[in-house]
């Protein structure tokens, strides 16, 4: 009973089925995925580098030696993750709960601007120990930060107002209220920038203890990344083991069952977006307090909070995956200001998004080849 | 598995074959739904397919209808091998089916929807003359519905009859119908029956999906059983074959219909719902009016056709649902218009109609859906902590006593098949020592043997001297759980009706139930109880 139209087609020998997997892949399978997808990534990215006339293996290997060559570069790395890694955890604790926080970049600004604020105003004297300093920043950097997540938070669980809009909307306001301060307020010689801060707001680095560790020589790491890594397990800790954590992680994922289940949502949604505020605004103080040491709109308003979208999706929300997955994004940020084009790194870092995403699709079906029976 | 199609009388087929399906196998996420199975349909028959939810009997439609492609298999389509890869090549080899969900747009005419996807006509369409040649099609097979009215405009069962007339337009001589009685009233019933006789007698097969027992041994002139994707009978001549040997087919064993249901004691009132209004979410008033109670000791039903208030009154009772007149009181305690905390903290458990939209959380885990409802108190949480281990440890108990089949607790529940989802629900909603407790369609897609553990857990419930509202559109379970009978429809409460529990002999507990069949059906269409029993009494006069 052959059908007579496929006679004369020449076919390949084999063909390609996409079939729903039956049953759940075993737990190494989506790193495993996540590892090829970033392999597949790299090998598009070299044939478009080709293409431009670049030596692949060289550009590569220039990208590896600029993020991850020695401990200097390293260090590096680390300093341009910190900001990504609660930039993301900020958005990671809102998406958790659905809420498509896109006002990260804000509340890192309002963060920034009010952990300045206690410097600049001056809230505390310029000779104030850095130990009574830097607590008291990060306070205000996650107050400032909690108030920005506040007011889109309040509007969508009062009136029900678009979050994706307004959030976006007050990265806007966000940065035109810092400038209006280093513009009229706290502007160091006309300049748009505040004073450099005191000593004693700065965070402090590991090259402040070359003296005792001398392989910490010029190494810019600074105290934000162990405030990242400490917020990180404090937000898994909440995530998973509160009953806090359980309402949003119900409320996420079925919200008629979380009102079902007697849960506040709109409580929570506050809530929630105040969390995802304050993180983000503690972002905000380490870059002022740990990297540019004055308040300043170009360093800190540099995209991490948007960054921090692609980097929650990518670890799957997880917070401790955020660490590494915002490692990895450091990296192809610091490799951009290597390499020439630095168009380079930032295709690259689009290619392996757009991979990772396509390689989801392999965790819920499979690709099954079978032969053609003659 | 024993092949019982042997021990069943097979009468040669006389008609020829008007659908051979051979060795057919649909594997989905999970489940192998239809595990090599055979079916065949004679010209002129209704041949019924029969099967607990989850069977396998849609899957194996749906290849026919061409939604689904199988994975092995043939099909013959009057003795030619046919592959379907949509619908659309189904429908052109006659083969047409009519879904459980109608697929239909509501605001376009009877008529519009009937033409819609269809080549003719191709640029101008003259509507009056496409009404005629559908209202002759209505009236040859005894489908009356009106061409030129709106989809939204009909009633339930209307819709399938356009749903129907859609296929017959088509030109399809067979006509697969997917649990077609499962929306409709029993006078509907009668209806639809009247009209697949009217299509057999006119030369067309049909195929009639259902779980329903009784209903096949009705209809149907030769049945094909399914379980658990395997055929457990084919064409069975329905004449020679006793409702028990069937159930045996679905279930695997015998099934015991009668339950073990206690007098009742009923106490104190628990429940007191006082002229309740409500709107649905269209904004439409839904609940007119609505006053009844629930004592302690006690099921009490609600009976109607889906859609008349049942899920808004279960909704407000539950507080998800906000009603803008009259109130609920729980033990005195008005609970209406407050937050469901509220009510859970007050001994209420809700089994919802929605088991996955409102009853649980797909992708948590079992553990985390059996504690929604107590994740507040110790030993599951402490100082706004929870403890894990006191979690795991209470879903371990819980899929051991319920009898919940999962891998382990830590499973997310989309994983699971209904009756275990529902085991799930009722597990979590019981354990909380309910005082009350309301079960929207707790047996709705669970196959037998899961419905007769659903009924023991509530008659476990009534012993234990809860309160329970059952609302359901089953009338036998009705029938079998409840003390007393509310029936619903268009959002008033139509009557009551007491439900004996002591048993006389067999003949008069029969032509009882009979009666209270038939008054309860008068009054799922709209009469109200008064009224039939005005009328009863003129009768006998």
């Given at each position: 009973m052959t059908e007579p139209t496929t006679l004369n087609k020449r076919r390949a020998p084999f063909r390609f089925r996409i079939e729903p997997r039956l049953s759940e892949p075993p737990a190494w399978y989506p790193a495993a995925v996540s590892f090829g997808a970033i392999i597949v990534a790299l090998i598009l990215g070299g044939v478009l580098i080709s293409f431009a006339g670049g030596d692949p293996i060289r550009s590569y290997l220039h990208i590896a030696k600029a993020s991850f060559g020695d401990i200097g570069v390293l260090s590096d790395t680390i300093v341009k993750a910190t900001p990504i890694i609660l930039a993301a955890l900020a958005c990671s604790v809102a998406f958790r709960m659905k809420l498509w926080n896109i006002g990260a970049e804000g509340q890192f600004i309002m963060g920034a601007f009010g952990a300045s604020a206690i410097v600049l105003a001056p809230v505390l004297p310029a000779e104030t120990s850095r130990w009574i300093f830097i607590p008291v920043m990060m306070i205000a950097g996650m107050a400032a930060g909690a108030i920005w997540g506040f007011i889109p938070g309040y509007l969508k669980a009062k009136f029900n107002v678009n979050e994706i809009i307004s959030t976006l909307m007050l990265n806007y306001v966000a940065v035109a209220w810092v400038n209006f301060?280093?513009?009229?307020?706290?502007?160091?010689?006309?300049?748009?920038?505040?004073?450099?801060?005191?000593?004693?707001?700065?965070?402090?680095?590991?090259?402040?203890?070359?003296?005792?560790?001398?392989?910490?020589?010029?190494?810019?790491?600074h105290l934000g990344l162990v405030i990242g890594i400490v917020a990180a397990i404090i937000l898994w800790f909440i995530i998973f083991r509160s009953r806090w954590g359980y309402e949003i992680r119900l409320i996420g994922d079925n919200p008629n069952a979380a009102q079902y289940a007697?849960?506040?949502?709109?409580?929570?949604?506050?809530?929630?977006?105040?969390?995802?505020?304050?993180?983000?605004?503690?972002?905000?103080?380490?870059?002022?307090?740990?990297?540019?040491?004055?308040?300043?709109?170009?360093?800190?308003?540099?995209?991490?909070?948007?960054?921090?979208?692609?980097?929650?999706?990518?670890?799957?929300?997880?917070?401790?995956?955020?660490?590494?997955?915002?490692?990895?994004?450091?990296?192809?940020?610091?490799?951009?200001?290597e390499i020439q084009p630095s168009g380079v790194p930032k295709m690259i870092q689009g290619i392996i998004l757009v991979c990772l995403i396509a390689s989801d699709f392999l965790l819920r079906y499979r690709v099954v080849i079978e032969r053609v029976e003659e | 598995m024993i092949n019982q199609t042997s021990s069943m009388p097979s009468s040669p087929p006389q008609a020829p074959l008007v659908v051979e399906m051979r060795g057919i196998v649909k594997r989905f996420p999970g489940v192998l739904a239809n595990d090599h199975v055979d079916f065949e349909l004679l010209h002129g028959e209704i041949h019924g397919l029969l099967g607990e939810n989850g069977?396998?009997?849609?899957?194996?439609?749906?290849?026919?209808?061409?939604?689904?492609?199988?994975?092995?298999?043939?099909?013959?389509?009057?003795?030619?091998?046919?592959?379907?890869?949509?619908?659309?090549?189904?429908?052109?080899?006659?083969?047409?089916?009519?879904?459980?969900?109608?697929?239909?747009?509501?605001?376009?005419?009877?008529?519009?929807?009937?033409?819609?996807?269809?080549?003719?006509?191709?640029?101008?369409?003259?509507?009056?003359?496409?009404?005629?040649?559908?209202?002759?099609?209505?009236?040859?097979?005894?489908?009356?519905?009106?061409?030129?009215?709106?989809?939204?405009?009909?009633?339930?069962?209307?819709?399938?009859?356009?749903?129907?007339?859609?296929?017959?337009?088509?030109?399809?001589?067979?006509?697969?119908?997917?649990?077609?009685?499962?929306?409709?009233?029993?006078?509907?019933?009668?209806?639809?029956?009247?009209?697949?006789r009217a299509m057999i007698a006119q030369g067309k097969s049909v195929i009639f999906i259902s779980h329903k027992l009784q209903e096949v041994s009705v209809i149907a002139d030769r049945v094909s059983v399914l379980r658990r994707g395997i055929a457990t009978a084919s064409g069975v001549p329905s004449k020679g074959v006793?409702?028990?040997?069937?159930?045996?087919?679905?279930?695997?064993?015998?099934?015991?219909?009668?339950?073990?249901?206690?007098?009742?004691?009923?106490?104190?009132?628990?429940?007191?719902?006082?002229?309740?209004?409500?709107?649905?979410?269209?904004?439409?008033?839904?609940?007119?009016?609505?006053?009844?109670?629930?004592?302690?000791?006690?099921?009490?039903?609600?009976?109607?056709?889906?859609?008349?208030?049942?899920?808004?009154?279960?909704?407000?009772i539950s507080g998800m649902r906000r009603c803008a007149q009259g109130q609920v009181l729980l033990?005195?305690?008005?609970?209406?218009?407050?937050?469901?905390?509220?009510?859970?903290?007050?001994?209420?458990?809700?089994?919802?109609?929605?088991?996955?939209?409102?009853?649980?959380?797909?992708?948590?885990?079992?553990?985390?859906?059996?504690?929604?409802?107590?994740?507040?108190?110790?030993?599951?949480?402490?100082?706004?902590?929870?403890?894990?281990?006191?979690?795991?440890k209470h879903a371990n108990e819980l899929k051991l006593?319920?009898?919940?089949?999962?891998?382990?607790?830590?499973?997310?529940?989309?994983?699971?098949?209904?009756?275990?989802?529902?085991?799930?629900?009722?597990?979590?909603?019981?354990?909380?020592?309910?005082?009350?407790?309301?079960a929207v369609q707790p047996t709705r897609g669970l196959d037998v043997g899961a419905i007769e553990g659903v009924h023991r857990l509530l008659l476990a419930q009534r012993e234990a001297g809860a309160a329970v509202l059952l609302v359901?559109?089953?009338?036998?379970?009705?029938?079998?759980?409840?003390?007393?009978?509310?029936?619903?429809?268009e959002g008033k409460i139509m009557g009551e009706v007491m439900i004996g529990d002591d048993e006389p002999d067999e003949g008069a507990a029969l032509s009882l139930s009979k009666g209270l069949v038939d008054t309860i059906g008068q009054m799922m269409t709209g009469t109200p109880l008064d009224q039939i029993q005005k009328e009863g009494v003129a009768a006998h006069d």
């Amino acid at each position: 009973m052959t059908e007579p139209t496929t006679l004369n087609k020449r076919r390949a020998p084999f063909r390609f089925r996409i079939e729903p997997r039956l049953s759940e892949p075993p737990a190494w399978y989506p790193a495993a995925v996540s590892f090829g997808a970033i392999i597949v990534a790299l090998i598009l990215g070299g044939v478009l580098i080709s293409f431009a006339g670049g030596d692949p293996i060289r550009s590569y290997l220039h990208i590896a030696k600029a993020s991850f060559g020695d401990i200097g570069v390293l260090s590096d790395t680390i300093v341009k993750a910190t900001p990504i890694i609660l930039a993301a955890l900020a958005c990671s604790v809102a998406f958790r709960m659905k809420l498509w926080n896109i006002g990260a970049e804000g509340q890192f600004i309002m963060g920034a601007f009010g952990a300045s604020a206690i410097v600049l105003a001056p809230v505390l004297p310029a000779e104030t120990s850095r130990w009574i300093f830097i607590p008291v920043m990060m306070i205000a950097g996650m107050a400032a930060g909690a108030i920005w997540g506040f007011i889109p938070g309040y509007l969508k669980a009062k009136f029900n107002v678009n979050e994706i809009i307004s959030t976006l909307m007050l990265n806007y306001v966000a940065v035109a209220w810092v400038n209006f301060w280093i513009f009229g307020v706290w502007t160091e010689g006309g300049f748009q920038m505040s004073p450099k801060f005191p000593d004693g707001a700065w965070l402090p680095r590991l090259s402040d203890y070359a003296k005792a560790f001398p392989i910490f020589r010029g190494l810019t790491t600074h105290l934000g990344l162990v405030i990242g890594i400490v917020a990180a397990i404090i937000l898994w800790f909440i995530i998973f083991r509160s009953r806090w954590g359980y309402e949003i992680r119900l409320i996420g994922d079925n919200p008629n069952a979380a009102q079902y289940a007697g849960i506040n949502i709109t409580r929570n949604t506050i809530w929630v977006m105040m969390l995802s505020g304050a993180l983000a605004g503690l972002g905000g103080m380490s870059e002022v307090g740990g990297v540019v040491h004055r308040l300043q709109t170009a360093p800190v308003a540099a995209g991490y909070g948007f960054t921090g979208i692609i980097v929650a999706w990518l670890a799957k929300l997880n917070p401790l995956a955020i660490i590494f997955v915002s490692i990895l994004f450091g990296a192809l940020i610091l490799a951009g200001r290597e390499i020439q084009p630095s168009g380079v790194p930032k295709m690259i870092q689009g290619i392996i998004l757009v991979c990772l995403i396509a390689s989801d699709f392999l965790l819920r079906y499979r690709v099954v080849i079978e032969r053609v029976e003659e | 598995m024993i092949n019982q199609t042997s021990s069943m009388p097979s009468s040669p087929p006389q008609a020829p074959l008007v659908v051979e399906m051979r060795g057919i196998v649909k594997r989905f996420p999970g489940v192998l739904a239809n595990d090599h199975v055979d079916f065949e349909l004679l010209h002129g028959e209704i041949h019924g397919l029969l099967g607990e939810n989850g069977a396998g009997k849609s899957t194996l439609m749906n290849v026919l209808a061409g939604l689904y492609r199988q994975e092995a298999g043939t099909i013959l389509v009057k003795g030619e091998p046919k592959a379907f890869s949509s619908p659309r090549d189904a429908i052109k080899a006659g083969i047409g089916m009519v879904h459980q969900h109608f697929m239909l747009v509501p605001s376009q005419t009877v008529t519009e929807n009937i033409l819609l996807g269809l080549d003719d006509p191709r640029f101008i369409m003259r509507l009056p003359d496409y009404n005629t040649k559908i209202a002759e099609l209505g009236e040859r097979f005894g489908l009356k519905v009106d061409p030129r009215a709106k989809i939204w405009q009909l009633s339930v069962g209307e819709q399938q009859r356009v749903e129907i007339l859609k296929m017959l337009y088509r030109g399809v001589d067979v006509l697969i119908m997917d649990e077609p009685t499962a929306v409709l009233a029993p006078q509907e019933i009668e209806g639809l029956f009247v009209t697949l006789r009217a299509m057999i007698a006119q030369g067309k097969s049909v195929i009639f999906i259902s779980h329903k027992l009784q209903e096949v041994s009705v209809i149907a002139d030769r049945v094909s059983v399914l379980r658990r994707g395997i055929a457990t009978a084919s064409g069975v001549p329905s004449k020679g074959v006793s409702r028990q040997e069937l159930a045996r087919l679905m279930v695997g064993r015998d099934v015991i219909f009668a339950l073990d249901k206690k007098p009742g004691r009923p106490q104190d009132v628990v429940l007191e719902v006082t002229d309740v209004h409500a709107e649905s979410d269209k904004g439409l008033p839904a609940l007119r009016g609505i006053s009844l109670n629930v004592r302690a000791g006690e099921i009490v039903g609600v009976a109607g056709v889906a859609g008349n208030g049942q899920s808004e009154l279960s909704q407000v009772i539950s507080g998800m649902r906000r009603c803008a007149q009259g109130q609920v009181l729980l033990n005195g305690d008005k609970i209406s218009n407050r937050n469901t905390l509220f009510g859970i903290q007050h001994g209420m458990a809700y089994v919802p109609e929605d088991r996955t939209h409102v009853g649980s959380a797909p992708n948590l885990s079992v553990t985390d859906n059996v504690i929604m409802k107590n994740f507040r108190k110790p030993p599951i949480s402490k100082n706004g902590l929870l403890d894990m281990k006191a979690a795991t440890k209470h879903a371990n108990e819980l899929k051991l006593a319920y009898d919940i089949i999962v891998p382990t607790v830590s499973t997310p529940v989309r994983l699971l098949s209904g009756g275990n989802l529902q085991r799930v629900i009722l597990a979590r909603e019981i354990s909380g020592l309910p005082a009350f407790m309301v079960a929207v369609q707790p047996t709705r897609g669970l196959d037998v043997g899961a419905i007769e553990g659903v009924h023991r857990l509530l008659l476990a419930q009534r012993e234990a001297g809860a309160a329970v509202l059952l609302v359901s559109e089953e009338l036998e379970e009705l029938l079998s759980l409840c003390d007393r009978v509310y029936v619903i429809y268009e959002g008033k409460i139509m009557g009551e009706v007491m439900i004996g529990d002591d048993e006389p002999d067999e003949g008069a507990a029969l032509s009882l139930s009979k009666g209270l069949v038939d008054t309860i059906g008068q009054m799922m269409t709209g009469t109200p109880l008064d009224q039939i029993q005005k009328e009863g009494v003129a009768a006998h006069d």
